[in-house]
Every structure is written in structure tokens, then in C-alpha cells.
């Protein structure tokens, strides 16, 4: 009874409905018109009371004078009811809320009103609206929303634990923007928290500029001072500001670039710094002593840079000297014993830089021990002194340098030889004949062998195969005819890859090889009755050896200057020369190169291919064909060789690119001598090869020290 009078009463109420909606298509609808939309109309009084949802929907329709379409999957009852009468707008709200509690919605799509399950109400809303809609209530919509200054990435996971489960938000870096479907009351929420955190960075750039201090000695002070300023009082509890507090010094004008958290913390810096900027006083009026620490360049090559800049010196009264340049100390010389007088090599014993003294002369002092300099001038010139040790005490990128030595050869030889000797005679003539072939091209000559049958000799036959004929000569037996084949391959792969790091525009140097002793000279005393042989001997590096200068350019471009050299030791040496010490092969390149970083360049190389020929034959017999073979042994060789050296540099420009190559290197290591353990075996106890030990986790970056 009581769901036929609120439809009956629904009918009675068409007159007053308002005329249809204006549909908001791609935001361009005016906020005014949303916010009038359903508000007038006559009063309605809702009672329906466990009543269809399809029922309601078109009771609300005929209320509103717009057509609602009900999804198929939209099952169930609805209550809605008022004790007064209300407006066509709250009725409305009221039935998007009461849709809502049983997970449906409203969308708007082409100017009908589909009542749609929850979560297809994101993929079927035709609404969308850039800035504020004028839309209230639980239908869903979507919103676009323009940053100005915040990141939308960053935004993206705050506001998505405010957005219903089955709504969706979206960033999209292009324009900087949000794209965020849900119901329209929370997306008014949203938006006031999006305009609450789309602000500009606490605080802007000041240029404090100096009168009397120097912008490089008074940064880091106020650095340090700000940052203590504004820590927490109590343990645990995060400073306000004094992480956005930033001083950079700029040398070129004399000025303090500072940015602040907040404006007090800006007022106090700029306080602080009027405080410190004061003339000096006592003895520092005059100008006459300034210490500079220096962060990275060395102290006593950075004094003979400055000194001959400045070529002529000012003294300590501001005056004018004409010394010029002063020259610097020369280094300490590194005292070691020669290398007969112990049992270790110069290399070991050496320093690896002799310790320099300190660099005394003219107006700039060098200090080794501290890295600093001591300056004596007046405080204009010691400004222009320290503006230029603040632009070349910087921090030096470093080359990781890769270098692939590539060499592939070959060697193919096959011999073949027939040799015989035969006696023709019988026992007790006067005269007899012997005649035979006898060579040593690829193997031992027939003669040989039949000495070794004898017992009178040592000789083995050769390699391959050995047919022999044997012969009785008068009770003795030996060879009478040997054939010989063999055919010989060998191939060689060998890849090096010498790697170094070193600092830009330094040199470095790798050897990986052996250490050979070489004859120099030698001398027997045959006076006394004793003799005393004496030898001189020099050691030489020989294995693989490769010195570099990197020189980073613009663009990322190295530059180069590069010598490698491969020795070797030859397994055999030739004759007569056994006495002069071993025989080394020698190939090297120089050369000035330019690669990208990162890229690979081929250095250079050597392709090498020998063809060699040699028979041993009789005259005239040896080349009649077929029976020739008799009377002739041949040995064919043919060698190849290609060798290339390849390079590949990569700048290192931070600590953190040159970790994470170190610790890429330390796994790849430490996962070889993994897969190189022993297999267990019960009758080997030693089974444990060493290891190195696992990385810790990466924890938490430590604060960066104040500069």
C-alpha cells in the first residue's frame, strides 16, 4: 500500500519538476549552471520503504524529468524516505547516498543517467571536467587536475588511500596533471587537499653579498650554524627548516647564495651573516697571514699553479716584490738500499711518491702534511687567490678503463717422407754397394734410427706415423726403408683484459706478467787458483703492460693517451744463442685517442698469415712422378694470426658510480670462487676454498656532511 501512494504521489509531482540538465561535457560546462542544477522545483516527500530499485529509479526520473537507464546486474530494494518535504536536489542526493550503501552508483553518459554496479562506473562515466564540476552528491565522475608545483608522481601515493577501492588515480608526467575518477563529494575533498599541497617550495634564493668577508671561508660556517639552529630540541623529534636551509658561496661577486625553510629562518641567517660579515680585526687588519684548507686538489702542485699566475708576488704590506715566481723546494728523495744489498726488488722498497717538503718561497706557502696553503698578501689580492683556488679545488671525476686483448691464431703442418737404404753384395765379396735416402725434414733421419736399433744411439722416431722395413745384414738387423706421415693443428684463443681506474688526467699503469732475468754481462776471474764465474743481471717485466692518461672533455668524450705493450717469452731460442739469456716477442701500440663514454674503440692490431714450404730430395730422382716419392720427404706449415686490442672507458663522475661498480666487480668475483669449490670427497678433508665474504644489506644514505 505504501509503495503504490509514493508512486502515485511521484506522478503527482511531474509539474513541478525543472527543466532537463545541461550535460557537462569535457569541463566546459559553467559553474554557476552546475550549482543551480535541480534547485528548484517543488517540494517532494519521499516514502518508499523496501521498494525495487528499478521502480524507484523511475520514480526519480519522472521527479527530475530525465531519463534513467537501470543496469541489468542492478538487483535489489531500496529505502528512501523524509519526514518534510524536500527539494527535487536533495532528493537526489539522498537517492545517489542510498545507491551507494548497496554498491551502485549513477553515471552520466550522453545526457541519460545510467544506475550502474560500483565498480564498471569508472570505465562508463561520460563526465569529465577539468577544475572544480559544481557536482555534489555520490556520482561518479572524473576530474582532472592541473599542478602548478608539486610533482604528480609524488602526489599519487597520499591521495590514493583517500580514493574508494574500486576509483581509480592516475599521473600523467607529460603535463604535470592527476587524472582522478570518483564520487564527486570526495573529489571536492581532493581538491582542496591538492590546492592545500600544490605550493611553491618553502622559501626562496637570496644573494647576500659581502663586504669584508670571503664567500668561500664564511659558507661553510653559516652552513654548520643554520643547520645546528635548527635542530630538535628533543630526541626524536624532526627539525622544521633546517633541511631547506642551503648557503653556497659565489666567488665571482663575493656573495652568499642562501635558501631558507621558512622566512624566519631566512631572517636569522641573513642576521647571522651581517654579524660575521665584519672588517678584521688585531693583526688580520693588515692582511698579512690566510690559511685555505683544501678539500681535493694537492697543496704543493696548486701553489706552483698560483705563484706562476700571479708572477708578480705582492708581500705582506700590499707592496710590489720583482723576485717573480719563487721557486719551489724539491721533493724529498725516497731512501732506499740498492737492490744487491737486500733480498727484495726497487719496486718494493720504493715509495710509491717520494713525500714532498714543504713548498717555501715567494707569497703563497705550500704545507704537505695538512693540505693547505698559507698565504701572505694583502685582502685584495688574497681575494683573487682564493676565487681561483675555489675554482680548482674541485673534485676530480674518475675513468674506469677496460681493455680487451683479442688474439686468435692458428697452426696447420703435415709432413710426409719415405727413406730407405739397402746393401748389395754377398758374404766375403771384396766390393760391395750401399746406397739410400737419408733426410730429417719432419723427423729423425733413417741413419739415426738404425744407430738407436744398433744400441749405439739415442734418437726416437718422430711424431705420426712410422712404417718400417727391417733388414738382416749379417746378422745384425736394421732399417731398411721408413715411411713417415703426420698432420699437425693447433688453435689458440687467448682474450686479456687488463682493467684500471684512475683520476682524470693522471696516468696509470697496469703489468700483469712475469718478471725475467736477462744477461747483462758476465766475466770469469782465471788468476787465483779458483775460478770465479760473475754475472750481471737485469730483470725485465714481460707479460701484458698498459699506461694510460684519460682527459674527460666536453660532452663526455675521453681523450687518451695510451701505450700498450704483450711480451712473451719464447719457449725456444735460436742456435747458438743459449748463452745470451731467453728470447721475448714484442707487440705494442701508442696512440692519442678520443671514445664517448661508454663506447667501443678499436685500438689497432695485427693480421698475420705465413706459408711454408720445405723438401728435402734427390736431384733428378726426387722429381719423377710417382716413383719420385722414393727419393723425397716434404714438410708444408701455414700459420695465422690475428690480434686486436679493444678499448671501453667509462666515466665515474660520483662516489656512487664508482660504487657500484666496485661492488658489480667484488660479486662477479666473489660468485667465481662460488662455482669454483671443490667437489666433496670423503678421503680429502680440505674442502673449503676461500670465499670473500658477503656484502653487507645497503642501508640508509648518511647525512652529507655540512659543507
Same mark, same amino acid.
Given at each position: 500500500?505504501?509503495?503504490?501512494?509514493?508512486?502515485l504521489?511521484?506522478?503527482?509531482?511531474?509539474?513541478?519538476?525543472?527543466?532537463?540538465?545541461?550535460?557537462?561535457?569535457?569541463?566546459?560546462?559553467?559553474?554557476?549552471?552546475?550549482r543551480?542544477?535541480?534547485?528548484?522545483?517543488?517540494?517532494?516527500?519521499?516514502?518508499?520503504?523496501?521498494?525495487d530499485?528499478?521502480?524507484?529509479?523511475?520514480?526519480?526520473?519522472?521527479?527530475?524529468?530525465?531519463?534513467?537507464?537501470?543496469?541489468?546486474?542492478?538487483?535489489?530494494?531500496?529505502?528512501?524516505?523524509?519526514?518534510?518535504?524536500?527539494?527535487?536536489?536533495?532528493?537526489?542526493?539522498n537517492?545517489?547516498?542510498?545507491?551507494?550503501?548497496?554498491?551502485?552508483?549513477?553515471?552520466?553518459?550522453?545526457?541519460?543517467?545510467?544506475?550502474?554496479?560500483?565498480?564498471d562506473? =569508472?570505465l562508463?562515466?561520460?563526465?569529465?571536467?577539468? !577544475?572544480?564540476?559544481?557536482?555534489r552528491?555520490?556520482?561518479?565522475?572524473?576530474?582532472?587536475?592541473?599542478?602548478?608545483?608539486?610533482?604528480?608522481?609524488?602526489?599519487?601515493?597520499?591521495?590514493?588511500?583517500?580514493?574508494?577501492?574500486?576509483?581509480?588515480?592516475?599521473?600523467?608526467?607529460?603535463?604535470n596533471?592527476?587524472?582522478?575518477?570518483?564520487?564527486?563529494?570526495?573529489?571536492?575533498?581532493?581538491?582542496?587537499?591538492?590546492?592545500?599541497?600544490?605550493?611553491?617550495?618553502?622559501? %626562496?634564493?637570496?644573494v647576500?653579498?659581502?663586504?669584508?668577508?670571503?664567500?668561500?671561508?664564511?659558507?661553510?660556517?653559516v652552513?654548520?650554524?643554520?643547520?645546528?639552529?635548527?635542530?630538535?630540541?628533543?630526541? $626524536?623529534?624532526?627539525?622544521?627548516?633546517?633541511?631547506?636551509s642551503?648557503v653556497?658561496?659565489?666567488?665571482?661577486?663575493?656573495?652568499?647564495?642562501?635558501?631558507?625553510?621558512?622566512?624566519?629562518?631566512?631572517?636569522?641567517?641573513?642576521?647571522?651573516?651581517?654579524?660575521?660579515?665584519?672588517?678584521?680585526?688585531?693583526?688580520?687588519?693588515?692582511?698579512?697571514?690566510?690559511?685555505?684548507?683544501?678539500?681535493?686538489?694537492?697543496?704543493?702542485k696548486?701553489?706552483?699553479?698560483?705563484r706562476?699566475?700571479?708572477a708578480?708576488?705582492?708581500?705582506?704590506?700590499?707592496?710590489?716584490?720583482?723576485?717573480?715566481?719563487? !721557486?719551489?723546494a724539491?721533493?724529498?728523495?725516497a731512501?732506499?738500499?740498492?737492490?744487491?744489498?737486500?733480498?727484495a726488488?726497487?719496486?718494493?722498497?720504493? /715509495?710509491?711518491?717520494?713525500?714532498?717538503?714543504?713548498?717555501? !718561497?715567494g707569497?703563497?706557502?705550500?704545507?704537505?702534511?695538512?693540505?693547505?696553503?698559507?698565504?701572505?698578501?694583502?685582502?685584495?689580492?688574497?681575494?683573487?687567490?682564493?676565487?681561483?683556488? %675555489?675554482?680548482?679545488?674541485?673534485?676530480?671525476?674518475q675513468?674506469?678503463?677496460e681493455?680487451?686483448?683479442? %688474439?686468435?691464431?692458428?697452426?696447420n703442418?703435415?709432413?710426409?717422407?719415405?727413406q730407405?737404404q !739397402?746393401?748389395?753384395?754377398n758374404s $766375403?765379396?771384396?766390393?760391395?754397394?750401399?746406397?739410400?735416402?737419408?733426410?730429417?725434414?719432419?723427423?729423425?733421419?733413417?741413419?739415426?734410427?738404425?744407430?738407436?736399433?744398433a744400441?749405439?744411439g739415442?734418437?726416437?722416431?718422430?711424431?705420426?706415423i712410422?712404417?718400417?722395413?727391417?733388414r738382416?745384414?749379417?746378422?745384425?738387423?736394421?732399417?731398411?726403408a721408413?715411411?713417415?706421415?703426420?698432420?699437425?693443428?693447433?688453435?689458440?684463443?687467448?682474450?686479456?683484459?687488463?682493467?684500471?681506474?684512475?683520476?682524470?688526467?693522471e696516468?696509470?699503469?697496469?703489468?700483469?706478467? %712475469?718478471?725475467v732475468?736477462?744477461?747483462?754481462?758476465?766475466?770469469?776471474?782465471?788468476?787465483?787458483?779458483?775460478?770465479?764465474?760473475?754475472?750481471?743481471?737485469?730483470?725485465?717485466?714481460?707479460?701484458?703492460?698498459?699506461?694510460?692518461?684519460?682527459?674527460i672533455?666536453?660532452?663526455?668524450?675521453?681523450?687518451?693517451?695510451?701505450?700498450?705493450?704483450?711480451?712473451?717469452?719464447?719457449?725456444?731460442?735460436?742456435?747458438?744463442?743459449?748463452?745470451?739469456?731467453?728470447?721475448?716477442? =714484442?707487440?705494442?701500440?701508442?696512440?692519442?685517442v678520443?671514445?664517448?663514454d661508454?663506447?667501443?674503440?678499436?685500438?689497432?692490431?695485427?693480421?698475420?698469415?705465413?706459408?711454408?714450404?720445405?723438401?728435402?730430395?734427390?736431384?733428378?730422382?726426387?722429381?719423377?712422378?710417382?716413383?719420385?716419392?722414393?727419393?723425397?720427404?716434404? =714438410?708444408?706449415?701455414?700459420?695465422r694470426?690475428?690480434?686486436?686490442?679493444?678499448?671501453?672507458?667509462?666515466?665515474?663522475?660520483?662516489?656512487?658510480?664508482?660504487?657500484?661498480?666496485?661492488?658489480?666487480?667484488?660479486?662477479?668475483?666473489?660468485?667465481?670462487?662460488?662455482?669454483?669449490?671443490?667437489?666433496?670427497?670423503?678421503?680429502?678433508?680440505?674442502?673449503?676454498?676461500?670465499?670473500?665474504?658477503?656484502?653487507?644489506?645497503?642501508?640508509?644514505?648518511? /647525512?652529507?656532511?655540512?659543507?
Amino acid at each position: 500500500m505504501r509503495r503504490a501512494t509514493a508512486t502515485l504521489a511521484a506522478a503527482m509531482l511531474g509539474s513541478a519538476l525543472l527543466p532537463a540538465p545541461l550535460a557537462l561535457a569535457q569541463g566546459n560546462a559553467k559553474p554557476a549552471q552546475q550549482r543551480g542544477r535541480f534547485a528548484g522545483g517543488e517540494p517532494v516527500t519521499l516514502n518508499f520503504v523496501n521498494a525495487d530499485i528499478d521502480a524507484v529509479s523511475r520514480a526519480m526520473g519522472a521527479i527530475l524529468k530525465q531519463q534513467f537507464i537501470v543496469d541489468p546486474r542492478v538487483k535489489g530494494q531500496i529505502t528512501l524516505f523524509s519526514e518534510q518535504p524536500i527539494t527535487p536536489r536533495e532528493a537526489y542526493l539522498n537517492y545517489l547516498a542510498a545507491l551507494r550503501g548497496l554498491g551502485f552508483t549513477v553515471v552520466e553518459a550522453g545526457g541519460l543517467f545510467k544506475v550502474v554496479p560500483e565498480a564498471d562506473a =569508472k570505465l562508463q562515466s561520460g563526465t569529465v571536467a577539468i !577544475g572544480d564540476t559544481g557536482r555534489r552528491g555520490d556520482q561518479i565522475l572524473t576530474q582532472i587536475f592541473k599542478l602548478n608545483h608539486e610533482n604528480a608522481n609524488n602526489l599519487v601515493p597520499v591521495l590514493r588511500p583517500l580514493i574508494s577501492p574500486n576509483n581509480t588515480i592516475n599521473a600523467n608526467p607529460g603535463n604535470n596533471s592527476l587524472v582522478i575518477t570518483d564520487y564527486a563529494d570526495n573529489l571536492q575533498r581532493i581538491a582542496r587537499i591538492i590546492a592545500a599541497m600544490d605550493t611553491p617550495a618553502a622559501g %626562496e634564493v637570496e644573494v647576500i653579498p659581502l663586504r669584508h668577508a670571503v664567500a668561500a671561508d664564511l659558507a661553510p660556517i653559516v652552513q654548520r650554524l643554520a643547520d645546528s639552529a635548527g635542530a630538535a630540541a628533543v630526541q $626524536g623529534v624532526p627539525a622544521t627548516g633546517a633541511a631547506n636551509s642551503a648557503v653556497i658561496a659565489d666567488p665571482r661577486n663575493n656573495s652568499l647564495l642562501v635558501k631558507a625553510g621558512s622566512p624566519a629562518r631566512m631572517a636569522s641567517i641573513r642576521s647571522l651573516v651581517e654579524r660575521l660579515d665584519q672588517p678584521p680585526q688585531g693583526s688580520a687588519a693588515a692582511g698579512n697571514i690566510w690559511v685555505v684548507h683544501l678539500k681535493n686538489a694537492d697543496a704543493t702542485k696548486l701553489a706552483q699553479v698560483l705563484r706562476a699566475a700571479f708572477a708578480t708576488n705582492t708581500t705582506a704590506g700590499g707592496g710590489i716584490a720583482s723576485t717573480g715566481v719563487a !721557486g719551489t723546494a724539491a721533493p724529498a728523495a725516497a731512501v732506499a738500499q740498492p737492490a744487491g744489498m737486500s733480498g727484495a726488488s726497487a719496486q718494493s722498497t720504493s /715509495p710509491v711518491t717520494a713525500g714532498a717538503g714543504p713548498s717555501t !718561497g715567494g707569497f703563497i706557502q705550500a704545507d704537505p702534511s695538512t693540505n693547505s696553503l698559507v698565504i701572505t698578501a694583502a685582502e685584495p689580492l688574497y681575494r683573487q687567490v682564493r676565487a681561483m683556488i %675555489e675554482q680548482l679545488d674541485s673534485r676530480r671525476a674518475q675513468v674506469y678503463i677496460e681493455s680487451m686483448i683479442v %688474439e686468435v691464431s692458428g697452426d696447420n703442418a703435415a709432413d710426409f717422407g719415405l727413406q730407405w737404404q !739397402g746393401l748389395l753384395g754377398n758374404s $766375403g765379396d771384396k766390393y760391395g754397394l750401399f746406397a739410400g735416402t737419408s733426410t730429417s725434414v719432419g723427423g729423425p733421419s733413417i741413419i739415426s734410427l738404425s744407430q738407436t736399433g744398433a744400441g749405439s744411439g739415442t734418437t726416437l722416431p718422430g711424431d705420426g706415423i712410422n712404417i718400417a722395413l727391417i733388414r738382416n745384414y749379417g746378422g745384425t738387423y736394421a732399417l731398411a726403408a721408413l715411411a713417415r706421415a703426420l698432420q699437425t693443428q693447433v688453435n689458440t684463443n687467448i682474450v686479456s683484459t687488463p682493467n684500471l681506474i684512475t683520476l682524470d688526467n693522471e696516468e696509470a699503469k697496469i703489468v700483469v706478467g %712475469e718478471n725475467v732475468p736477462f744477461i747483462t754481462g758476465q766475466y770469469t776471474n782465471t788468476g787465483t787458483a779458483t775460478t770465479s764465474p760473475f754475472q750481471t743481471i737485469e730483470r725485465k717485466d714481460v707479460g701484458i703492460t698498459l699506461r694510460i692518461r684519460p682527459q674527460i672533455g666536453e660532452g663526455g668524450t675521453v681523450r687518451m693517451t695510451i701505450y700498450q705493450e704483450q711480451s712473451a717469452v719464447k719457449e725456444t731460442t735460436a742456435a747458438g744463442t743459449s748463452n745470451a739469456g731467453p728470447s721475448t716477442t =714484442k707487440r705494442s701500440i701508442e696512440s692519442t685517442v678520443v671514445v664517448d663514454d661508454g663506447a667501443i674503440l678499436v685500438l689497432g692490431g695485427l693480421i698475420n698469415e705465413t706459408f711454408r714450404d720445405t723438401k728435402a730430395k734427390v736431384p733428378l730422382l726426387g722429381d719423377i712422378p710417382v716413383i719420385g716419392a722414393l727419393f723425397r720427404s716434404e =714438410k708444408r706449415e701455414k700459420n695465422r694470426s690475428n690480434l686486436m686490442v679493444f678499448l671501453k672507458p667509462t666515466i665515474m663522475r660520483d662516489n656512487s658510480a664508482a660504487s657500484r661498480l666496485s661492488m658489480d666487480r667484488y660479486d662477479l668475483i666473489r660468485a667465481r670462487q662460488q662455482d669454483a669449490q671443490p667437489v666433496p670427497n670423503l678421503m680429502l678433508p680440505l674442502q673449503d676454498a676461500p670465499v670473500l665474504p658477503a656484502l653487507p644489506p645497503a642501508s640508509a644514505p648518511a /647525512p652529507a656532511p655540512a659543507q
